[in-house]
C-alpha cells in the first residue's frame, strides 16, 4: 500500500502504536493497514525510561529496521525534533528512509524534546521549524511523508499552533499533526481550519491532554489518520505487573495461565511452523 494515497481515502487510517518485531507483527496480523512507531514507547521499552528526548536517531533506526523485516505495513515513524537542527533532520530523513519507514514526523519543539502531553515544554521558532521541513524533503530519495507537528497550542495557545501549522504547510509539510488539543472544541477547529489542504492526524493518548474519541467520531469532524501512540506499552505494562505480582505471590505462574500463551500458543502467534517449514525448504527437506 503508498500511504500517500490511502490518506486521500474517505476512511480514516487508523495506526496503533508498535516498538518492535513482535508487536509490529501482532499489528499486522490483527488487520491494520499501517503502524506507527513511537518514540515514546521505543523509550518506555528499550530503556524504562520516560519519553524526555532520551532515546537517539540510531536506536530508533535500528528499531525501523527490525520492524521492516517483520512487516510489509507502511510505517509512520516518529522522529522527535530531527534530533537537531536542518542538517541533523536532513540526515535523519536520510536514515530513517533506509530503514524502511514510510514517513517522518517532525516536531517544533527545541532539543531534547518532551512528551507532547507533559509540561513545560518549550518550542524553537517558525523558520528553524520550516528550514527543517524544507531540510527533510531535500533529502528525500523516495515518497517518504513528512508529518509536522506542532506543540505550540500548551505553550503559545491555539491560535498561534494554527499559525505555525500554515507556515509548515506552505515549507512543504505533506501532513499536519496539531498536537494536545485541550477539548473538543480544539480538535475540531482543527479539520474546520485545514481540511482539504494536507491531511489531518490526531494523537489519541490514555490520560492525556486531548479526550479520547474514537476512529468513527474523528473521521465525522474530518481527520485522516489517527494513531494510538503508547497504548500497547500502557496495555503490556500493566499486564506485566499483574504477572509478576502474581508470580511472586504463587511461586508459578499457573493462576496466570488463562491470561498468557502457552508455548505453542505463543510459537503460532509468532509463525514458529512457516518459519520451521520454510527452513526445511531450503535446506532440501521439504
Known amino acids: 500500500m503508498i500511504l500517500r494515497n490511502r490518506l486521500t481515502a474517505s476512511e ?28 515514546a514507547a521505543v523509550a518506555y521499552t528499550r530503556l524504562g525510561r520516560p519519553d524526555i528526548g532520551l532515546t537517539t536517531a540510531s536506536e530508533m533506526a535500528e528499531t525501523m529496521a527490525l520492524i521492516a523485516d517483520r512487516t510489509d505495513l507502511p510505517v509512520i515513524m516518529d522522529a522527535d525534533t530531527g534530533f537537531g537542527n536542518a542538517l541533523n533532520a536532513r540526515r535523519t530523513m536520510q536514515s530513517y528512509e533506509r530503514a524502511g519507514a514510510a514517513a517522518l514526523q517532525v516536531e517544533d519543539q527545541t532539543y531534547p524534546k518532551k ?10 521558532p517558525v523558520n528553524e521549524m520550516t528550514g527543517k521541513i524544507a531540510a527533510m524533503a531535500d533529502a528525500r530519495r523516495h515518497d ?28 512543504g509539510a505533506d501532513v499536519l499533526f496539531i498536537e494536545a488539543p485541550r477539548d473538543r472544541d480544539e480538535l475540531a477547529n482543527i479539520p474546520a481550519r485545514f481540511k482539504g489542504r494536507v491531511p489531518l492526524l490526531a494523537n489519541m493518548v490514555e490520560g492525556g491532554a486531548t479526550p479520547i474519541s474514537s476512529a468513527h467520531a474523528l ?17 503490556l505494562a500493566r499486564t506485566a505487573q499483574d504477572y509478576y505480582a502474581s508470580l511472586h505471590k504463587a511461586g508459578s505462574n499457573k493462576p496466570f495461565s488463562d491470561r498468557m500463551h502457552d508455548f505453542d500458543g505463543l510459537n503460532d502467534a509468532i509463525g514458529t511452523p512457516e518459519m520451521l517449514s520454510l527452513g526445511k525448504k531450503f535446506d532440501g527437506r521439504s
Open 12 to 39: 480514516i487510517l487508523i495506526a496503533p502504536g508498535v516498538y518492535d518485531g513482535l508487536t509490529a507483527a501482532l499489528a499486522t496480523d490483527a488487520g491494520f493497514e499501517a503502524l506507527y512507531l513511537s518514540g
Open 115 to 124: 512528551c507532547g502531553h507533559l509540561s513545560d515544554k518549550s518550542l524553537i
Open 144 to 171: 517518504t511523508l513528512i508529518v509536522a507537528r506542532t506543540d505550540a497550542i500548551a505553550v503559545e495557545g491555539f491560535s498561534a499552533a494554527a499559525d505555525r501549522a500554515d507556515a509548515y504547510i506552505e515549507a
Open 219 to 235: 473521521q465525522e469532524i474530518g481527520f485522516d489518520v489517527v494513531i494510538f501512540p503508547g497504548g500497547i506499552v500502557r496495555a
